[in-house]
T-cell receptor, first 116, second 111 residues
Framework: GAVVSQHPSRVICKSGTSVKIECRSL??????MFWYRQFPKKSLMLMAT?????????EQGVEKDKFLINHASLTLSTLTVTSAHPEDSSFYIC????????????FGQGTRLTVV | LAKTTQPISMDSYEGQEVNITCSHN???????ITWYQQFPSQGPRFIIQ???TKVTNEVASLFIPADRKSSTLSLPRVSLSDTAVYYC????????????FGQGTTLQVKP
């Protein structure tokens, strides 16, 4: 199956700093990727849709200046949490679809962000 | 996007068959039904998808009645390692293929 790789798996940063999370499609090209965040014992919440070569589309209530998304190539999307604060601590997950696979989507392993 | 309703939690014992039902009364004609599994601190993993009747793969079976307003994920002979959260999703929102997750069902398999 298709593989989506996310890096880093865990990161701890100081309040006020920025953190970049990478999401790569290893064996397929992904024109569209999706970013989610998940709080403990809660479901995944879609943050934004990352489009290769164009601006990301953010869900209502998600601050686009806070969560910068760049999708510069067909295999890489990045999420940068800018000026992180403790309330940004969460589990961030990316995903991508493969053309022709219907409703099947592939997810990265997730990134645990802790802001201290 | 069709909203889904699942039980919040279920308990089972090793070796039993587990059936998790999902309601999706507003499913559209072109919508597919997909199930995902998520372990703690991991991304979700695709289990199975279907459109109508029955679909079976090496992991699970998916039963969809004729009206498609519900679906049932069937896990045969569960083991402790099947303890996870199971999400039922229907169709795609908009044209970009994004997936909107509902609350999911937490399955606890006991020895």
């Amino acid at each position: 199956g298709a593989v989506v790789s996310q890096h880093p798996s865990r990161v701890i940063c100081k309040s006020g700093t920025s953190v970049k999370i990478e999401c790569r499609s290893l064996d397929f090209q992904a024109t569209t990727m999706f970013w989610y965040r998940q709080f403990p014992k809660k479901s995944l919440m879609l943050m934004a849709t990352s489009n290769e070569g164009s601006k990301a589309t953010y869900e209502q209530g998600v601050e686009k200046d806070k969560f910068l998304i760049n999708h510069a190539s067909l295999t890489l999307s990045t999420l940068t949490v800018t000026s992180a604060h403790p309330e940004d601590s969460s589990f961030y997950i990316c995903s991508a679809r493969v053309s022709g696979r219907g409703t099947e989507a592939f997810f990265g392993q997730g990134t645990r962000l802790t802001v201290v | 996007l069709a909203k889904t309703t699942q039980p919040i939690s279920m308990d089972s014992y090793e070796g039993q068959e587990v059936n998790i039902t999902c309601s999706h009364n507003n499913i559209a004609t072109n919508d597919y039904i997909t199930w995902y599994q998520q372990f703690p601190s991991q991304g979700p993993r695709f289990i199975i998808q279907g459109y109508k009747t029955k679909v079976t793969n090496e992991v699970a079976s998916l039963f969809i009645p004729a009206d498609r307003k519900s679906s049932t994920l069937s896990l045969p002979r569960v083991s402790l390692s099947d303890t996870a959260v199971y999400y039922c999703l229907v169709g795609f929102s908009g044209n970009t293929g994004k997936l909107i997750f509902g609350q999911g069902t937490t399955l606890q398999v006991k020895p």
